[in-house]
């Protein structure tokens, strides 16, 4: 085999039968048959599965545990997603009662206005909530239960405090004020029909709960309650013991006037004591579910792992032998050709479902409550398998273009971004320090980017500028400023721009597929090996059968077909 020109360029058929060489008909050398085998080794490798069939017999054994696995994740992720939609449902519905249980006077979608203006009303929404508490379970139609102080503490089932600081003393009248601003807390425990006496520090009515409104911060009204959700027998899982830590805030930080009330709740899940549920509640068959999926997951990534080993150690392999036949390198893209990006998008993928699958069991089991942490688990494993699935779509050109193009122009948007994203968060903290005091869109980094960035797709661009206060002139105008020159700098040149970057790769690869495709080295040299998937050269045993796997027979794949392995 002669040895590439200075060009990079392997020499022709013709080239060989006129040049200094081995004729045809003599005996190869042993270095000639090693990279006769190298090279049919290497196209070997980047043939697609159907391909593989072909040359070797055998099944894609990848290609259908992929399929079985997207059914199995999918599957799991639909019966996970309806148990947790329950759970959430329950909390956020527990919720709602509390505030217009114990928030007098409460409005659904009044969170933000909820408030009181004088000393009075203060003191009838404190007092109200702590009545209504001790009547909770004549009054609700839910059904819970008081939760106890500690036993060997002094702490009662619900707690009143007040905060404010040790020293204030404030005169608007003479523009003086003298204010010690450590926190100190006073808290008052009341028991509901508490059998034991009450020790001497607690032992008074809440109704003599005396607030210093000179210096105070807030108030505070912390108890638990249990609750059980009966609705999950629905799906024939055990129901879940909720313990829910309601806290009631009267927040008056700001001195100026109106105290802000709301509402918290934690809701703690655990195990119920000795659940008991006719003809229901057998886990069994999820049980068996999730460990197939385990299974299955598990012996997806050890085949892809194998995978990408053989491909490193391929690639070290014709690295050498390339350095030590033509003493040339084998360029950076060139190797990274070996290392997979699908498989290692799968191999992240069962990681992702073999770790949410254990947390799903025992969430199930009552062992674990983290439901957020295993969803985004189980949800992004699936996106990944499912966005695996485009691997074996580019092995046929004309479903390659996408990947093709996203390939070619994400160096392009990436330092695109990268300049853009300095104007941009120019705009977020320009937008955040000025508009702020005035808009409610802008009171917050996290809102101003949210904000900026439904104005670039056309968003809430009219309800944007009329939600502007006109309390100063000034800001008002600047407002119109800013908000005129973001608009029209990021639509009409920056996102053009971004899709001009997209649309002119797209436009390259086209006419790439049309003319002649660029060959890199590796593949020219792979090129060199004219043996068809069905020569049977690329046969270690024989044997071959028909499978169900095999796609249906087309064209030998061409070498200047475009792919991305």
Not at 34 to 59: I, T, V
Not at 128 to 156: F, M
Not at 263 to 284: H, M, T, W, Y
Request: glycine share 6%; hydrophobic share 40%.
């Amino acid at each position: 085999m002669a040895a590439p020109s200075v060009n990079g360029r392997f020499p022709s058929e013709t080239e060989r039968l006129l040049g200094r060489g081995p004729g045809y008909g003599t005996t190869e050398s042993p270095v000639v048959a090693e990279e006769e085998e190298l090279r049919r080794r290497l196209k070997y490798f980047f043939m697609s599965p159907c391909d593989k069939y072909r040359a070797r017999g055998r099944r894609p054994v990848k290609l259908g545990l992929q399929l079985a696995k997207i059914l199995l994740v999918t599957v799991q992720l639909i019966l996970f997603g309806l148990s947790n939609q329950m759970v959430v449902t329950f909390k956020e519905e527990n919720t709602i009662a509390f505030k217009h249980l114990f928030l007098k006077d409460y409005v659904d979608g009044a969170d933000d206005s909820y408030a009181v203006y004088t000393q009075r009303d203060l003191y009838d929404r404190m007092f109200y909530a702590v009545e209504k508490y001790l009547v909770i379970p004549n009054e609700t139609i839910g059904r819970y239960a008081y939760v106890r102080g500690e036993h060997g503490g002094n702490q009662s089932a619900l707690m009143l405090c007040q905060q404010y600081y040790r020293k204030g003393r404030i005169d608007p009248a003479n523009d003086t004020f003298n204010i010690d601003p450590k926190i100190v807390t006073d808290c008052l425990g009341v028991d509901p029909e508490d059998p034991q006496p009450l020790p001497p520090a607690l032992d008074r009515s809440y109704k003599n709960f005396t607030l210093k409104f000179h210096k105070l911060i807030n108030v505070t009204i912390q108890f638990k309650l249990k609750a059980i959700n009966i609705q999950t027998i629905i799906n024939n899982e055990i129901p879940d013991c909720y313990t829910f830590t309601i806290t009631i805030t009267f927040d008056n930080k700001a001195h100026s006037g109106r105290v802000k009330i709301h509402l918290d709740n934690q809701a703690d899940i655990k195990e119920c004591k000795d659940p008991s549920v006719f003809g229901r509640g057998d886990n069994s068959f999820r049980l068996f579910f999730d460990v197939i999926v385990i299974l299955v997951c598990s012996l997806s990534f050890i085949l892809c792992a194998r995978s990408i080993i053989r491909g490193l150690m391929l690639q070290h392999e014709f690295s050498r032998f390339f350095q030590r036949r033509y003493n040339q390198n084998v360029c950076l893209s060139d190797r990274m050709e070996f290392l997979n990006g699908w498989y290692i998008l799968l191999v992240i993928s069962d990681v992702l479902t073999v770790l949410g699958t254990i947390m799903k069991i025992g969430i199930e089991s009552k062992n674990f409550a983290s439901y957020d942490v295993c969803s985004i688990l189980l949800g992004t494993s699936t996106l990944l398998v499912w966005v695996g699935v485009i691997r074996y779509l580019t092995f046929f050109q004309k479903y390659n273009i996408l990947i093709v193009t996203l390939r070619v122009a994400l160096p392009n948007v990436i330092r695109f971004c990268c300049c853009v994203a300095v104007i941009y968060l120019g705009y977020c903290f320009c937008g955040w320090i000025v508009l702020g005091p005035y808009h409610v869109k802008f009171r917050s980094l996290s809102m101003v980017s949210e904000c900026l960035f439904s104005l670039i797709n056309g968003d809430d661009m009219f309800v944007t500028f009329a939600e502007m206060q006109q309390n100063s002139y000034l800001v008002w105008l600047f407002s119109q400023i800013y908000l005129y020159t973001f608009i029209s700098l990021f639509i009409y040149m920056v996102l053009s721009l971004f899709i001009a970057l997209i649309t002119g790769s797209y436009e390259t690869i086209k006419h790439q597929c049309e003319g002649e495709t660029p060959v890199s080295q590796l593949h020219a040299y792979i090129a060199q090996c004219k043996d068809s998937p069905k020569s049977g050269k690329y046969r270690r045993d024989s044997a071959s059968s028909c499978s169900i796997f095999c796609c249906c027979e087309r064209a030998p794949l061409q070498d200047n077909t475009l792919l991305v392995n």
